[in-house]
T-cell receptor, first 110, second 112 residues
C-alpha cells in the first residue's frame, strides 16, 4: 500500500522546474508532501484533501487527481534551498495515519 | 515554542538490551506517531495514537511497545533490542487528520 514516487532522483540547475509524482493503488482521503534535508527531520509542505483543489505557497504547488489517485508536486524556478528528499504521504481514510513513499532526491546545482 | 521533542538524540545498545525513546509535544495535538527511517525505504509507521488513551499498530510493530502517557507524551519501548532495529526513529504529532505532521529531530539508534 506504499505510494509510488517518481522519479527517484532529479538534478536541476537553479531556476529550472521540476515535477515529482506520487501514485496510489487505493482511493485516497488526502495526500501530504514533506521535504527532508540530510540529517534533519521531515518538514511539512502542504496537504491536499479529497475534493480540494490545487494548493501551494511561493513557488511550490501541488495537485491531486482523485480519479487517478495521483498527486504531483511542482517546483518552479528552483532555488538551492529546494535541495533535499521529497516524500509524499497518503491517507487512505480507513486508518488515521500516513503511509510514505520511498522519496525523491532533488539536487539543485548553481 | 519547542514543537516535538525527542530524547535521546543518539543511542548505542547491545543486542538484548532494552530502552525507551521519549517524545513530547507542546502544541496540544491530538494524534502522535512513531516512524522508523532506513536508507532507501522512506518512513515506516511503527505505532500511532489517534487520541489520548488509544494506541494502534502500524506497518512494522514487532519488537516494539508504546505508551500514550498523556496528551503530550508518547513513548516507544524496545524490550529486547536486535541489530535489525538499527535505524533513525522519528516521533510526529498532528492536530487532526486534516493537518500536517510536525516531526521531532529524531533518535539515531545503533544496536550492536
Amino acid at each position: 500500500q506504499q505510494p509510488v514516487q517518481s522519479p527517484q532522483a532529479v538534478i536541476l540547475r537553479e531556476g529550472e522546474d521540476a515535477v515529482i509524482n506520487c501514485s496510489s493503488s487505493k482511493a485516497l482521503y488526502s495526500v501530504h508532501w514533506y521535504r527532508q534535508k540530510h540529517g534533519e527531520a521531515p518538514v511539512f509542505l502542504m496537504i491536499l484533501l479529497k475534493g480540494g483543489e490545487q494548493k501551494g505557497h511561493e513557488k511550490i504547488s501541488a495537485s491531486f487527481n482523485e480519479k487517478k489517485q495521483q498527486s504531483s508536486l511542482y517546483l518552479t524556478a528552483s532555488q538551492l534551498s529546494y535541495s533535499g528528499t521529497y516524500f509524499c504521504g497518503t491517507d487512505l481514510g480507513s486508518a488515521r495515519q500516513l503511509t510514505f513513499g520511498s522519496g525523491t532526491q532533488l539536487t539543485v546545482l548553481p | 515554542n519547542a514543537g516535538v521533542t525527542q530524547t535521546p538524540k543518539f543511542q548505542v545498545l547491545k543486542t538484548g538490551q532494552s530502552m525507551t525513546l521519549q517524545c513530547a509535544q507542546d502544541m496540544n495535538h491530538n494524534s502522535m506517531y512513531w516512524y522508523r527511517q532506513d536508507p532507501g525505504m522512506g518512513l515506516r509507521l511503527i505505532y500511532y495514537s489517534a487520541s489520548e488513551g488509544t494506541t494502534d499498530k502500524g506497518e512494522v510493530p514487532n519488537g516494539y511497545n508504546v505508551s500514550r502517557l498523556n496528551k503530550r507524551e508518547f513513548s516507544l519501548r524496545l524490550e529486547s533490542a536486535a541489530p535489525s532495529q538499527t535505524s533513525v526513529y522519528f516521533c510526529a504529532s498532528s492536530l487532526d487528520r486534516g493537518r500536517g505532521y510536525t516531526f521531532g529531530s529524531g533518535t539515531r539508534l545503533t544496536v550492536v
